[in-house]
């Protein structure tokens, strides 16, 4: 497969149509959002993330992502947490470091039911907002989503680098201007148990699940 360029113009690779946009979550998203919003390029949110536990984590990321739609007036499409398949699909890889096998099945996993989603509703470009985080490997993320997308004619994965142009610093911006959830992990409960070992290890407390925000902390 041809190595895509990352510079591409900001445009839909398909033009006249609907992008179906994967979002992960409200900080990687919110910025890619209010960019798409404010260049008029029509999209919907599908929010389709059943590797993200234990479930309160899962309902905080996805209000979060709810507000958000709401304030832009865009619509947001709840699909499945089909958790017990995500993890049929990871088995034998709990192991698995991040950015490794198991995050390709868990992005492969994501963007199958998003191209199937936007198959059977008629978008013609499907893209993520996963390959913001300089904490995933684009190429990995891109590389799932155009797989999934090879699947169908007439859907194309659309990878666009969401970090240039000041995305990565927007997305930061944005977060705290919204008073995000700040999620403190990728989502799994493996990612959950390598990032507490990892900040047992320097020093620091585990993660407390559900309280912290962008600019505050809930102690509720
Ligand atoms: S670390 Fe993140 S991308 Fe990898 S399997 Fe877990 S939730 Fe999926």
Not at 29 to 34: K, P, R, V
Not at 48 to 76: S, T, V
Not at 97 to 109: I, L, V
Not at 170 to 177: F, P, S, V
């Amino acid at each position: 497969m041809a190595k895509k360029s990352y510079e591409e113009p900001f445009e839909l690779p398909v033009k006249g149509t609907k992008l179906l946009l994967h979002s992960c979550c409200a900080p990687c998203s919110g910025g890619i959002m209010e960019k798409l919003h404010e260049e008029g390029i029509e999209y919907d949110v599908f929010f389709y993330n059943p590797n993200i536990h234990p479930l309160n984590e899962y309902e905080i990321r996805k209000q979060e992502n709810i507000r958000y739609c709401d304030e832009l007036g865009i619509k947001f499409i709840d699909a499945d947490y089909d958790k017990d398949n995500w993890f049929a699909r990871v088995k034998g890889m709990e192991w698995e470091p991040e950015r490794g096998a198991r995050c390709t099945a868990c992005f492969d996993m994501r963007f199958e039911r998003t191209a199937l989603y936007a198959q059977e509703n008629g978008y013609k470009v499907i893209s993520s907002t996963l390959g913001i985080s300089r904490w995933k490997n684009m190429e990995q993320i891109n590389g799932s989503g155009v797989t999934a997308a090879a699947k169908y004619n007439d859907v194309t994965y659309w990878t666009y680098n969401w970090r240039k142009q000041g995305g990565s610093s927007r997305m930061y911006e944005l977060a705290k201007e919204q008073e995000f959830y700040k999620q403190e992990y990728c989502g799994c409960i493996y990612s959950l148990r390598d990032t507490n070992r990892w900040r047992v290890k320097r020093g620091d407390s585990k993660i407390d699940l559900g309280k912290e925000y962008y600019g505050f902390k809930n102690t509720e």
